[in-house]
């Protein structure tokens, strides 16, 4: 019965490869969220969604790019990966965009 | 550009005693939120406890209460009888925006340590 999840939860990989990292709620939330935990656990949002439309994009490299086929899933690519790239990503939902926010577990992306 | 300030990087209480983590916010709206989350080393982020700006009342959650002073910009979080299981960060975070843009800011953190 997990409420938000995502996968997966560690991912290690090398320098100009791309990735995704994939989230999904069974909350019913019409809003979902990309935040990056940098290695000082400051957390700061990337993008959001709200019922598959775009709502937030925050000054993030367009290497991001955040994909939402249903607005269950809020799915994140990353391409040529760079060593600054390295942190905790969380994906959040929200039943709408001005009430709390419930996180998945974190994908610990490592850029070796 | 709004801000939210937690002073005190690190932090440790006695079990069972009682301990303040501090927070201010800047901001030039009226109407907004203010949230603690909890992230212990399992790195799962959890609601501690939220309050709206247009409340007066502080709002309380089991030991954990806030001392909510919107004139001073102040949101502190109490624990109450501390727990070794509240060893853990605790993001201070204010959400603002308008309609359909809303988004969190999270301040910095404070590692809280409860010693046995």
């Known amino acids: 019965d997990t409420a938000v999840s995502q996968t997966p939860k560690y991912l290690v990989t090398q320098m100009g490869n791309d990735k995704s990292i994939k989230c999904e709620q069974n909350?019913?939330?019409?809003?979902m969220y990309w935040y990056k935990q940098d290695s000082k656990k400051f957390l700061k949002i990337m993008f959001s969604y709200n019922n598959k439309e775009l709502i937030i994009n925050e000054t993030v490299p367009n290497r991001f790019s955040p994909k939402s086929p249903d607005k269950a899933h809020l799915n994140l690519h990353i391409n040529s990966l760079e060593l600054g790239d390295s942190a905790v990503y969380f994906c959040?939902?929200?039943?709408?965009?001005?009430?709390?926010?419930?996180f998945g577990p974190g994908t610990r992306l490592t850029v070796t | 550009a709004q801000t939210v300030t937690q002073s005190q990087p690190e932090m440790s209480v006695q079990e069972a005693e009682t301990v303040t983590l501090s927070c201010t916010y800047d901001t030039s709206e009226s109407n907004y939120y203010l949230f603690w989350y909890k992230q212990p080393p399992s790195r799962q982020m959890i609601l501690v406890i939220r309050?709206?700006?247009?409340?007066?009342q502080n709002a309380t959650e089991n030991r954990f209460s806030v001392n909510f002073q919107k004139a001073a910009k102040s949101f502190s979080l109490k624990i109450s009888d501390s727990q070794l299981g509240d060893t853990a960060m605790y993001f201070c975070a204010f959400m603002k925006g308008t309609s359909g843009t809303y988004k969190y800011i999270f301040g910095t953190g404070t590692r809280l340590k409860v010693l046995a």
């Open positions: 309050q709206e700006a247009y409340k007066q």
């Open positions: 909350l019913g939330h019409d809003t």
């Open positions: 959040a939902s929200s039943p709408d965009s001005k009430y709390e926010q419930y």
